[in-house]
Structures are given as structure tokens and as C-alpha cells.
């Protein structure tokens, strides 16, 4: 499956690194998601963009900070995280003229220490 | 902004038994409600869904119901298959997706 990719797929890192996750999607979608998937909650909504636009910022500690310098592709920049920032962190996308179907990348297991 | 429950968390079938997972909304803007599957180690991917103006769609031995009136909708499986043990999430979307918490489902063969 490579419509929506993401790298790494696995990483750790200290609470004082900076690191990115990158997301990139090849099904031609206008809109690009960031979740964290923590176990026992439900899939949390982070970030959303519209045609490379924010329209969404779910309440995010300014730790993250996304970028999406243009339709197809999204990044996660973090830094100065927490333990409990580890998860697992999933791209989608959809076009939003078509569907509402999102379809999701494989995920950057992340884990903070 | 828009609520979804999810029951039961966990949920043991044996195989060729049916499953049901059921989930209520809040907001009654909502219009969209898709399933998702998600195998261990693997994305969410989508398996059904539904829109506001229908109450049951079904595909294969996956069906799904949705009662407006009462603000819940329910995933059915029949006939399960050990490859159908997954976590299974509902969402509900007026624009923007609002996850349930997950259904870890068990096929006993």
C-alpha cells in the first residue's frame, strides 16, 4: 500500500531532541490530517489542512508544530516532548470534493524518553 | 463539539458467530459514520460506512445500521472469520471525524 506514506516508522528520541515525521500522500488529496493514537483513547484529531491551509488545530501544545509546504505532503516537527507524547502519530488525506473517506498512512511509532 | 461512545471495548466471538459493536453521537449534525479496521501493527483502514440519509447498508457479511432518531449506529458481522479479529473503530463527521475508543475483537476458532 503506498498511497499515504510515512517515515520514520519507528523512533526515539530524548526530551531535549528535535526531530520530524513526514508524511507524504500520492492519491492527488487536497486535505491532510495528523492524529495520535494513544493506547485505550480514542484516535485524537490534531491537526488538519485544507489545501495546504490550517484549518484546524485540536488544542496542541506548541511542542508540535506542523508544516505543509504543499498539498501532498505534511510534517510533524517536535521538540522539547514529553514521555507521554509517546504514540503512535497517523497521516490521512482525502479529497474533500469526492468523499469523506480518509485513508491513512502506517504510522511513526514514537516513543519519548 | 460532537461525542461517540463506543461499546462493548472488548468483545470474544466464536468463529461463525455473528458480532455487533454498537455507538452513539452526540451532534445531530453529523452525517457521515464509517467503521475502520485496524490489524495489529497496521493503519486504520476503512471497512463500511454509511451516510444521514440511510439506515442500513450492507456489504457482505459487514452490514451497518443507523438510527437518527436515537443517535446510535451499530457494526454487524456475520459468519466471522479468525482474519476479522482487529480493533475496530466508529467515527462520526459533520466536516471533521470524531473517533469512538475501539472494539478489540477476538475470533475464537
Known amino acids: 500500500e503506498t498511497g499515504v506514506t510515512q517515515t520514520p516508522r519507528h523512533l526515539v528520541m530524548g526530551m531535549t531532541n528535535k526531530k520530524s515525521l513526514k508524511c507524504e500522500q500520492h492519491?492527488?488529496?487536497?486535505?491532510m490530517y495528523w492524529y495520535k493514537q494513544s493506547a485505550k483513547k480514542p484516535l485524537e484529531l490534531m491537526f488538519v489542512y485544507n489545501f495546504k491551509e490550517q484549518t484546524e488545530n485540536n488544542s496542541v501544545p506548541s511542542r508540535f508544530s506542523p508544516e505543509c509546504p504543499n498539498s501532498s505532503h505534511l510534517f510533524l516537527h517536535l521538540h522539547t516532548l514529553q514521555p507521554e507524547d509517546s504514540a503512535l502519530y497517523l497521516c490521512?488525506?482525502?479529497?474533500?470534493?469526492?468523499?469523506?473517506?480518509?485513508?491513512f498512512g502506517p504510522g511513526t511509532r514514537l516513543t519519548v524518553t | 463539539g460532537e461525542n461517540v461512545e463506543q461499546h462493548p471495548s472488548t468483545l470474544s466471538v466464536q468463529e461463525g458467530d455473528s458480532a455487533v459493536i454498537k455507538c452513539t453521537y452526540s451532534d445531530s449534525a453529523s452525517n457521515y459514520f464509517p467503521w475502520y479496521k485496524q490489524e495489529l501493527g497496521k493503519r486504520p483502514q476503512l471497512i463500511i460506512d454509511?451516510?444521514?440519509?440511510?439506515g442500513e447498508k450492507k456489504d457482505q457479511r459487514i452490514a451497518v445500521t443507523l438510527n437518527k432518531t436515537a443517535k446510535h449506529f451499530s457494526l454487524h458481522i456475520t459468519e466471522t472469520q479468525p482474519e476479522d479479529s482487529a480493533v475496530y473503530f466508529c467515527a462520526a463527521s459533520n466536516e471533521k471525524l470524531t473517533f469512538g475508543t475501539g472494539t478489540r475483537l477476538t475470533i475464537i476458532p
Open positions: 490521512a488525506s482525502r479529497s474533500t470534493g469526492a468523499s469523506y473517506e480518509q485513508y
Open positions: 454509511i451516510r444521514s440519509n440511510v
Open positions: 492519491l492527488g488529496h487536497n486535505a
